[in-house]
């Protein structure tokens, strides 16, 4: 009976076994494992969405942007820098810095500066990105410089047709069909606006945007 009891009293302050602790260690570790794996993949996926969200909104905001401006064109043509000769109020396919330069309303003053409320807006396509110049007067001057604003990235291309008014379409403004600039005065407007906006990622993107008035 002595010798029964030293027994079971050695077996009951027995530790683990050297193989014991490295299978519970190898647990662990592909626990750990599949726990930091789990939680990489989570934050990778969580990254991706945000920025599919973030173009989803870059993009948005740009097609708004254009939509708002051109369906405010307004028939107001500038001054030319130099000379007494004028710019049509909308212009498109003429010149080489601007795909599309125009006239717009709609520019808000709630600080109720000396100002119109007409604005000269312009855009360009520069290195896949897409900019939107505004500038603080009408008939500006060589001195007078742009505000620049980044609109979209990612941006192959844009192309655009303009809807004359027999209802035909153009990809130049003001266009041949219409007759001389000089008997419209350059206040001719289209009474519509295809833009069709190329992508990297999304492909083409294409908007009809019908002019007020």
């Known amino acids: 009976m ?7 009293q050695v077996t009951l302050h027995r530790g ?82 601007y795909k599309l330069e125009f006239t717009r309303a709609g520019w808000s003053n709630n600080a109720g500066l000396p100002r119109t409320t007409l604005q000269r807006v312009g855009y360009r396509l520069v290195q896949n990105q897409l900019w939107r110049d505004h500038w ?15 609109l979209l990235t990612g941006v192959k291309d844009i192309r655009l047709r303009f809807m004359t008014p027999d209802r035909s379409w153009s990809e130049r403004w003001p266009a041949e069909q219409m007759g001389s600039f000089q008997q419209n005065n350059g206040r001719e407007r289209p009474a519509a606006v295809e833009v069709i906006i190329d992508l990297e990622d999304w492909g083409q993107i294409r908007r009809i945007i019908e002019v007020a008035g």
Do not use: H, W
């Open 2 to 8: 002595l010798v029964l009891a030293r027994t079971r």
């Open 16 to 97: 683990f076994t050297l193989l014991e602790l490295l299978v519970a260690i190898a647990i662990f570790a592909i626990v750990g494992v599949m726990a930091l794996t789990g939680y990489t993949q989570l934050t990778q996926q969580a990254e991706y969405t945000q920025k599919r969200l973030d173009r989803i909104r870059e993009v948005q905001r740009a097609v708004q942007t254009i939509a708002q401006d051109i369906e405010q064109l307004e028939p107001r043509p500038i001054r030319q820098p130099i000379g007494d000769q004028v710019n049509a109020a909308l212009m498109a396919g003429t010149a080489a810095d």
């Open 136 to 150: 603080p007067v009408l008939d500006r001057t060589q001195s007078s410089e742009p505000v620049q604003v980044k």
